[in-house]
């Protein structure tokens, strides 16, 4: 049995330290920057880092305001682009930020970029309150139903995400979750890169009974949004603001929000299979292109 | 849980700790604490069904005894009647209710007469048909009086639900497993480091060859009315393989994991897709289902002693049963009939046991004749998968109309990776090398450490580099 152990610790150890040369010699995950809490409660990257994307293709950098993207040459008629993993774009060259295609599409005006994977609505209204200094003539805030139900604790409480408790009537600001572990983790290269490998496989959906038919949950919550809109209202410039909903969105969320007199563009992919990396539902550079053609035709 | 999930590779470790470090010193501990684990393992799934198990094997154990202290004939066949009962009746109501209900509702429908039929909304418990022949074949030894039933009701129970291969086989035989839960068991290194080779080669097989086949099994059998022929035959021969991976890299596994415990199972395969004849092939394909239904029915039926009359019916019967056991479907039953139809031939012409020795065994390659008896059977036998993998039995023939259709350049499927080709043709070569032992890489033992580990780390880097998506065992559905 020592023997047998033995062996498997060896096996295991040289199996990790092969596979952490491998991951790190051909860039199997991409770097992840570090992240800090704002003044203001808001999570947001350690300003001036930079990292590889996976495959080693190009580099990401964070500014020295603690966002991705380069920061605009003047401040002058401004519009800010405010929103998720799709704006942080960490998974494209530099040159396929939205605030580059807009900037050659529109460029009578200038842009800034503030996003981070996993922002809420709520949390990117947030972010659009500490961009008002610049005195920004628009701000694009990219989401979809998703980042509106995640916006409220009474549908699903997420400690990690800016929330708002409807019963509260209060912000709800977004905690870092397990900032160690994940310290190790996005260091350890290896190891991530079998994370992120496995993670979407970890869990089968178990047998359903042939009458269990799964419905949109979202169609549930628009009493919710509706108070949530009210808040915002309330709270937040929304005539400043625009959003923009991925061509994912549903359809029926869509007729929701422009029911509810707001600024909205519904991006449309016309089921262009390019829009979107093959293993990952994010943007190429090309549905990152479309999308500004789109957003600058609202503009102008 | 399945065997390529990551609970499994947290359970594993676990287990194997608590099995040999805590409770080794106590047999009926370590039974014990096989049965804990088992019913952990299944219970991961859905902890309801876990009562299905528990109670049958109750019902076994229980008759089992009673068969040994009852003398009257009469009363011993009510007492195995019993247990076919309660063992096929929960078979019945859950794998079958729904196929005889609609069977109905549409023979009657064919006539002209609408009849209201219930179907039962109800699922099918993971590997019910697996633990219920091994529990069969406890009962019905111990009537034959082929086996001395046992008194150990933890060693009985760690037997019915030894996780390993509990809900994908091998079908275990009472006289082969059970007297294994009766004796301490000592770690063995040889023993657990071919376990473990074992497992990588099974994981190699599911994961790399069976899931990255599946990805254009699934596209093509989806979407066939829209493929060429050729694409219809690279359909048909992916999911061959497919099966074969999914089934034997199950078994593999299984096979491994029960070393790493000092448990030795048959093998289950024995590299099939090298058969000279279909008849050679099924003493290759699944050999535990396979001999379970020889010695447990076709033998009782009279077997091949008969008439030609009673040779034909019994391999119908045998065929047929077969192919009803893996599903509760027609196309099953076509899969099943379509065997016997390539059987019979050999049977009538008594030449089913002329290739019972290893291809080749001598020679590092086949010769012509070898080589045409193989693809031809190869052929013979995805011919028939086509109707197993068939969403209806007219979807099947029509897909088989269509592969057979002079269209064979046209409208070619897109996206294809040449690697998946790449990768067969390197398996097809490995289970060659291999196909004298028990599993294609088992001969490596021999060779120099260095090249070993080299090996074990070349079969890792495959499996990361070609995890496709998640796919469920095939064989759990049955």
Same mark, same amino acid.
Request: with cysteine; hydrophobic share 45%; aromatic share 20%.
């Given at each position: 049995?020592?023997?047998? %152990?033995?062996?498997?610790?060896?096996?295991?150890?040289?199996?990790? !330290?092969? $596979?952490?040369?491998? &991951?790190?010699?051909?860039?199997?995950?991409?770097?992840?920057?570090?992240?800090?809490?704002?003044?203001?409660?808001?999570?947001?990257?350690?300003?001036?880092?930079?990292?590889?994307?996976?495959?080693?293709?190009?580099?990401?950098?964070?500014?020295?305001?603690?966002?991705?993207?380069?920061?605009?040459?003047?401040?002058?008629?401004?519009?800010?682009?405010?929103?998720?993993?799709?704006?942080?774009?960490?998974?494209?060259?530099?040159?396929?930020?939205?605030?580059?295609?807009?900037?050659?599409?529109?460029?009578?005006?200038?842009?800034?970029?503030?996003?981070?994977?996993?922002?809420?609505?709520?949390?990117?209204?947030?972010?659009?309150?500490?961009?008002?200094?610049?005195?920004?003539? @628009?701000?694009?805030?990219?989401?979809?139903?998703?980042?509106?139900?995640?916006?409220?604790?009474?549908?699903?409480?997420?400690?990690?995400?800016?929330?708002?408790?409807?019963?509260?009537?209060?912000?709800? +600001?977004?905690?870092?979750?397990?900032? $160690?572990?994940?310290?190790?983790?996005?260091?350890?290269?290896?190891?991530?890169?079998?994370?992120?490998?496995?993670?979407?496989?970890?869990?089968?959906?178990?047998?359903?009974?042939?009458?269990?038919?799964?419905?949109?949950?979202?169609?549930?919550?628009?009493?919710?949004?509706?108070?949530?809109?009210?808040?915002?209202?309330?709270?937040?410039?929304?005539?400043?603001?625009? !959003?923009?909903?991925?061509?994912?969105?549903?359809?029926?969320?869509?007729?929701?929000?422009?029911?509810?007199?707001?600024?909205?563009?519904?991006?449309?992919?016309?089921?262009?299979?390019?829009?979107?990396?093959?293993?990952?539902?994010?943007?190429?550079?090309?549905?990152?292109?479309? &999308?500004?053609?789109? %957003?600058?035709?609202?503009?102008? | 849980?399945?065997?390529?999930?990551?609970?499994?590779?947290?359970?594993? *470790?676990?287990?194997? %700790?608590?099995?040999? /470090?805590?409770?080794?010193?106590?047999?009926?501990?370590?039974?014990?604490?096989?049965?804990?684990?088992?019913?952990?393992?299944?219970?991961?799934?859905?902890?309801? #069904?876990?009562?299905?198990?528990? /109670?049958?094997?109750?019902?076994?154990?229980?008759?089992?005894?009673?068969?040994?202290?009852?003398?009257?004939?009469?009363?011993?066949?009510?007492?195995?009647?019993?247990?076919?009962?309660?063992?096929?009746?929960?078979?019945?109501?859950?794998?079958?209710?729904?196929?005889?209900?609609?069977?109905?509702?549409?023979?009657?429908?064919?006539?002209?007469?609408?009849?209201?039929?219930?179907?039962?909304?109800?699922?099918? *418990?993971?590997?019910?048909? /697996?633990?219920?022949?091994?529990?069969?074949? +406890?009962?019905?030894?111990?009537?034959?009086?082929?086996?001395?039933?046992?008194?150990?009701?933890?060693?009985?129970?760690?037997?019915?639900?030894?996780?390993?291969?509990?809900?994908?086989?091998?079908?275990?035989?009472?006289?082969?497993?059970?007297?294994?839960?009766?004796?301490?068991?000592?770690?063995?290194?040889?023993?657990? !480091?071919?376990?473990?080779?074992?497992?990588?080669? $099974?994981?190699?097989?599911?994961?790399?060859?069976?899931?990255?086949?599946?990805?254009?099994?699934?596209?093509?059998? &989806?979407?066939?009315?829209?493929?060429?022929?050729?694409?219809?035959?690279?359909?048909?021969?992916?999911?061959?393989?497919?099966?074969?991976?999914?089934?034997?890299?199950?078994?593999?596994?299984?096979?491994?994991?029960?070393?790493?415990?000092?448990?030795?199972?048959?093998?289950? /395969?024995?590299?099939? +897709?090298?058969?000279?004849?279909?008849?050679?092939?099924?003493?290759?394909?699944?050999?535990?289902?396979?001999?379970?239904?020889?010695?447990?029915?076709?033998? *009782?039926?009279?077997?091949?002693?008969?008439?030609?009359?009673?040779?034909?019916?019994?391999?119908?019967?045998?065929?047929?049963?077969?192919?009803?056991?893996?599903?509760?479907?027609?196309?099953?039953?076509?899969?099943?009939?379509?065997?016997?139809?390539?059987?019979?031939?050999? =049977?009538?012409?008594?030449?089913?046991?002329?290739?019972?020795?290893?291809?080749?065994?001598?020679?590092?390659?086949?010769?012509?004749?070898?080589?045409?008896?193989?693809?031809?059977?190869?052929?013979?036998?995805?011919?028939?998968? @086509?109707?197993?993998?068939?969403?209806? %039995?007219?979807?099947?023939?029509?897909?088989?109309?269509?592969?057979?259709?002079?269209?064979?350049?046209?409208?070619?499927?897109?996206?294809?990776? !040449?690697?998946?080709?790449?990768? =067969?043709?390197? #398996?097809?070569?490995?289970?060659?090398?291999?196909?004298?032992?028990?599993?294609?890489?088992?001969?490596?033992?021999?060779?120099?450490? +260095?090249?070993?580990?080299?090996?074990?780390?070349?079969?890792?880097?495959?499996?990361?580099?070609?995890?496709?998506?998640?796919?469920?065992?095939?064989?759990?559905?049955?």
């Amino acid at each position: 049995m020592k023997k047998f %152990v033995k062996h498997i610790v060896y096996f295991l150890a040289l199996g990790l !330290i092969l $596979g952490e040369i491998i &991951a790190r010699f051909f860039f199997l995950t991409s770097s992840i920057p570090e992240r800090r809490i704002d003044e203001f409660g808001i999570q947001r990257y350690i300003p001036n880092q930079e990292g590889y994307s996976k495959g080693g293709t190009h580099k990401w950098y964070i500014n020295s305001k603690g966002w991705p993207g380069k920061l605009p040459e003047n401040y002058d008629n401004l519009i800010t682009i405010i929103g998720d993993s799709f704006i942080e774009n960490f998974m494209n060259p530099d040159s396929c930020h939205q605030m580059n295609f807009l900037k050659e599409l529109a460029p009578e005006f200038n842009f800034t970029e503030a996003s981070r994977s996993g922002v809420s609505f709520i949390e990117a209204l947030e972010i659009s309150k500490q961009l008002d200094s610049l005195k920004p003539k @628009v701000h694009l805030i990219y989401i979809n139903e998703t980042d509106f139900e995640e916006s409220i604790v009474q549908i699903n409480s997420l400690t990690d995400i800016t929330q708002l408790d409807l019963k509260k009537n209060k912000i709800v +600001y977004g905690k870092m979750k397990a900032p $160690g572990v994940k310290k190790i983790l996005y260091n350890w290269k290896f190891i991530f890169y079998l994370y992120r490998r496995f993670q979407s496989s970890f869990k089968l959906p178990k047998p359903t009974k042939s009458t269990e038919i799964t419905q949109n949950s979202f169609t549930n919550h628009f009493d919710y949004f509706e108070d949530l809109i009210d808040y915002c209202r309330k709270n937040y410039n929304l005539k400043k603001v625009v !959003i923009v909903l991925r061509p994912d969105t549903d359809k029926q969320f869509s007729a929701f929000l422009q029911r509810q007199d707001l600024n909205v563009i519904q991006l449309d992919d016309s089921r262009d299979a390019d829009w979107s990396f093959e293993h990952d539902h994010h943007w190429t550079c090309y549905g990152h292109q479309k &999308a500004a053609e789109q %957003v600058s035709e609202y503009l102008k | 849980m399945l065997f390529n999930s990551l609970e499994f590779f947290i359970f594993l *470790p676990i287990v194997f %700790v608590v099995y040999w /470090f805590i409770t080794n010193r106590w047999l009926r501990l370590q039974n014990g604490f096989i049965v804990l684990s088992s019913y952990v393992f299944y219970g991961w799934w859905d902890w309801r #069904f876990l009562s299905l198990i528990a /109670f049958s094997t109750l019902v076994d154990f229980s008759i089992g005894i009673l068969l040994n202290k009852e003398e009257r004939e009469k009363r011993r066949r009510s007492l195995l009647w019993l247990s076919l009962i309660v063992n096929l009746g929960f078979l019945g109501i859950f794998k079958y209710y729904n196929f005889f209900v609609d069977s109905f509702v549409d023979a009657f429908s064919f006539f002209g007469r609408e009849i209201d039929g219930r179907s039962l909304d109800i699922i099918l *418990p993971v590997g019910i048909s /697996f633990y219920t022949f091994q529990t069969l074949s +406890y009962t019905i030894d111990v009537y034959k009086r082929k086996l001395k039933p046992t008194s150990d009701f933890v060693a009985f129970a760690a037997f019915v639900c030894f996780f390993p291969q509990l809900v994908a086989g091998p079908i275990e035989r009472a006289t082969n497993l059970l007297p294994q839960f009766f004796s301490k068991r000592n770690f063995s290194y040889n023993l657990a !480091i071919d376990g473990l080779r074992q497992v990588a080669w $099974g994981l190699f097989k599911k994961i790399v060859i069976a899931d990255n086949c599946a990805k254009y099994v699934n596209l093509i059998f &989806a979407d066939y009315q829209e493929f060429n022929s050729g694409t219809l035959l690279l359909g048909a021969f992916f999911f061959a393989f497919q099966i074969y991976g999914d089934f034997s890299g199950y078994s593999d596994i299984a096979i491994g994991i029960s070393r790493l415990f000092g448990f030795d199972l048959k093998q289950n /395969f024995a590299f099939p +897709y090298f058969s000279r004849d279909i008849a050679e092939f099924w003493r290759r394909w699944h050999i535990s289902l396979s001999t379970w239904f020889r010695d447990y029915l076709y033998i *009782p039926l009279g077997g091949s002693r008969g008439g030609t009359a009673m040779k034909v019916r019994n391999t119908f019967i045998i065929f047929v049963v077969s192919g009803f056991w893996h599903g509760a479907n027609w196309t099953f039953i076509v899969w099943g009939t379509l065997n016997a139809l390539y059987f019979l031939p050999l =049977l009538l012409a008594k030449r089913n046991r002329l290739n019972t020795d290893i291809v080749a065994s001598d020679r590092w390659y086949p010769n012509l004749k070898e080589s045409l008896q193989i693809l031809a059977t190869f052929f013979l036998t995805l011919i028939a998968w @086509v109707f197993f993998r068939a969403k209806s %039995v007219s979807v099947g023939f029509d897909y088989i109309v269509k592969m057979f259709s002079m269209q064979f350049f046209q409208s070619p499927i897109k996206d294809f990776d !040449i690697s998946i080709l790449f990768l =067969l043709l390197v #398996f097809i070569l490995i289970e060659w090398m291999g196909r004298k032992s028990k599993y294609a890489i088992e001969g490596i033992s021999t060779l120099p450490g +260095y090249f070993r580990w080299s090996f074990y780390f070349g079969l890792i880097i495959l499996i990361f580099t070609f995890t496709g998506e998640q796919q469920e065992f095939i064989y759990f559905q049955f």
